[in-house]
């Protein structure tokens, strides 16, 4: 099983701050096939990024991901108050599918 | 737009067997896509459960699949969830979603919450 960790927990930030997270697979993740999920406190994950760096539908340019083998990383350039929420990063090169803890990206 | 919806009871008891259905609506079950379940135990991260093919085909997390059944009926463009044996541990908010590539969920449902008590 891939064990992913996601650094760091608690990110306090600013409006307009620019942000990057980091998720790093315990083995390589085979084709780059890594995902980044937005969720906020009582909803369902929102998906951002899949196959590394391919935005979803719809989904603002200030998010990019990048990243191959182990390490990956989800930046968002300039952070909108509607970004505050838990990141995770989730692995699909290999079953069983896992996700990593998250991270918490907070009002400063 | 595709959008999906679970449902089910919110309260399990324990032992019993949890079961929650996920309907699809805007696009045909049958036309292509795996579907999957995830879960989420309050305040804590997402883990995978299983997905399965139009076709019958499923795949399941290693450590839940002696337990967990997934099935689809595409006349009813829903699939659903079997959890039997459930302990208090597998009280979770409750998603359903669609398995592209797969392995990559897009879209979600909106979770259902469902809490193992006596």
């Known amino acids: 099983e891939i064990v992913l960790t996601q650094s760091p927990g608690t990110l306090s930030l600013s409006p307009g701050e620019r942000v990057t997270l980091s998720c790093r697979a315990s083995q390589s993740v085979s084709s780059s096939n890594l995902a980044w999920y937005q969720q906020k406190p009582g909803q369902a994950p929102r998906p951002l990024i899949y196959?590394?760096?391919s935005r979803a539908t719809g989904i603002p340019d200030r998010f990019s991901g990048s990243g191959s083998g182990t390490d990956f990383t989800l930046t968002i350039s300039r952070l909108e108050p509607e970004d505050f929420a838990v990141y995770y990063c989730?692995?699909?090169?290999?079953?069983?599918?896992?996700f990593g803890g998250g991270t918490k990206v907070e009002i400063k | 737009q595709v959008q999906l919806q679970e449902s089910g009871p919110g309260l399990v008891k324990p032992s019993e067997t949890l079961s929650l259905t996920c309907a699809v609506s805007g696009y045909s079950i049958s036309s292509s896509y795996f579907w999957g379940w995830i879960r989420q135990p309050p305040g804590k991260g997402l883990e995978w459960i299983g997905s399965?093919?139009?076709?019958?085909?499923?795949y399941y997390h290693p450590s839940l699949k002696s337990r967990v059944t997934i099935s689809v009926d595409t006349s009813k463009n829903q699939f659903s969830l079997r959890l039997t044996s459930v302990t208090a541990a597998d009280t979770a908010a409750y998603y359903c979603?669609?398995?592209?590539?797969?392995?990559?969920?897009?879209?979600w449902g909106q979770g259902t919450l469902v809490t193992v008590s006596s």
């Open positions: 979603a669609r398995d592209t590539v797969p392995g990559y969920f897009d879209p």
């Open positions: 196959g590394a760096s």
């Open positions: 399965i093919h139009h076709s019958g085909s499923t």
């Open positions: 989730q692995q699909y090169g290999s079953s069983p599918l896992t």
